[in-house]
């Protein structure tokens, strides 16, 4: 099978990754990619958010799958486009992705669907946004209903702080706290029905201990020792299914990764977010564990299929990744910086992915993005899955370079208990 896979972040790399184990894949192709993806796939200049230029590209090539990594393709109809011009694509058609473009059209599925989630107001101006921070009290979740790569929502206890973010952004949804450790649970779904991927978890903050601003994410580890055995199946009954049912209904049925944001609070299972694509850095890890091949799933549900695929199976043990930041992220990544590694050579069980990485004009590697490489451990637990990745990012040499070192250790710990 001929594969396109559209982006060139981290989690890009692992999904070429996995795809490039599959001995279904015969050709790997990806855009616009990056340095890492590039040792694996055939790189191609993209405009990845144009759908005219990526139905071009993956004609040109003759792919019979594609795989569309970040959310601002699919926001933009890059799945739509592939779909008329008769290629499988795996994400859903721009209508279906407004789960992830707007969280004000999120919360009224959710509504609709009876999927519990924190209560919440959507506020136009700055009068309706007062009186919602008023009704709600602190912590203040303030949010921006438009696609802010991962930085606009604000959580803070400072009225003020909230107050100026919810007047930046315009619009905004405003919401109850929601108490409880959060888990990443992705599900493939075929437009009908759905599979439960391994749950995760991510570290949204910058700094050790969970402090500093929101990022993308700084790390995540899969499975979830603490979690209950029966959450994928519970997510799967009362968030998923219910969410692609009232999204059928919508006349937008969806095909590709549904990402559930959850918090596990003391009244149970809630919402936080809804993405319409896998998750970044928690794919590296699940993918890391995932021993079923990859292209023959995420093709069984893009051609709407997914009972004709085989049942999933995971690799025992756990998986742990640390992500590797420029200086300044999240605020202003400094770019350019070069990266050299010392003792690094890619082994199962213990490795680096690209995520926004370059190639300089003189063919050295520098830092392009704020977040730059992910490292991956994998081991029989969470302590030996750690220890791999700590040893991997310890190898990575680049000026300004920073990383959280708190990442799974809690989890760790209580294992070992
Ligand atoms: P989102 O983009 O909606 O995932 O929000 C980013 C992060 O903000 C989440 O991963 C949470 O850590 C935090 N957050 C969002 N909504 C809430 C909420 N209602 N209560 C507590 N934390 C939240
Ligand atoms: N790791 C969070 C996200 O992908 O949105």
Request: glycine share 10%; charged share 20%.
């Amino acid at each position: 099978m001929r594969v396109l896979v559209i982006g060139s972040g981290g989690r890009e790399h692992a999904i070429v990754r996995a795809l490039s184990r599959d001995p279904a894949v015969t050709d790997l192709h990806a855009a616009p990619g990056n340095p890492g993806i590039a040792e694996l796939a055939q790189v191609h200049e993209v405009r990845a958010a144009d759908p005219a230029d990526v139905t071009r590209l993956a004609r040109t090539l003759g792919a019979r799958l594609a795989v569309i990594g970040p959310e601002a393709p699919l926001v933009a109809g890059v799945a739509d486009a592939l779909r008329q011009a008769g290629i499988a694509a795996f994400g859903p058609d721009a209508a279906a992705a407004m789960i992830e473009g707007s969280k004000a059209f999120a919360k009224e599925v959710m509504a609709e669907a009876g999927i519990p989630t924190a209560r919440s107001r959507t506020a136009g101006n700055e009068h309706e946004a007062a009186a919602a921070l008023r009704e709600f009290g602190p912590p203040y979740v303030v949010k921006d209903d438009a696609l802010a790569a991962g930085k606009g929502v604000v959580v803070t206890d400072d009225l003020g702080e909230a107050r100026r973010h919810a007047a930046a952004c315009g619009r905004v949804v405003i919401e109850e706290y929601l108490d409880g450790p959060e888990v990443s649970l992705f599900a493939l779904a075929d437009g009908t029905d759905a599979v439960p991927l391994l749950p995760a978890q991510d570290f949204k903050r910058a700094r050790d201990g969970d402090r500093g601003p929101n990022t993308g994410g700084m790390g995540a580890y899969a499975p979830l020792p603490w979690a209950p055995p029966d959450l994928a199946a519970d997510v799967l009954d009362r968030v998923i299914r219910p969410a692609i049912g009232a999204l059928r209904r919508r006349g937008a049925p969806y095909r590709g990764l549904l990402y559930a944001g959850l918090a596990l609070t003391s009244g149970g299972v809630k919402v936080v977010e809804f993405n319409a694509r896998f998750g970044d850095p928690e794919t590296q890890v699940v993918l890391d564990r995932l021993a079923t091949p990859l292209a023959g799933l995420l093709h069984a549900a893009a051609a709407g299929d997914l009972a004709a695929a085989p049942a999933l199976s995971w690799l025992p043990g756990a998986a742990v990744t640390v992500v590797l930041a420029a200086e300044g992220y999240p605020q202003a990544p400094v770019k350019g910086d070069r990266i050299t590694f010392s003792n690094y050579s890619e082994r199962t069980g213990a490795y680096l992915l690209h995520a926004g990485t370059a190639c300089a004009a003189d063919r050295a590697l520098v830092s392009a993005g704020g977040r730059v490489l992910n490292a991956v451990g994998s081991g029989p637990d969470l302590a030996a899955a750690r220890a791999a990745a700590y040893a991997v990012a310890a190898c990575v040499e680049m000026r300004g370079g920073w990383y959280r070192h708190d990442i799974a250790e809690r989890a760790a710990v209580t294992v070992r208990e």
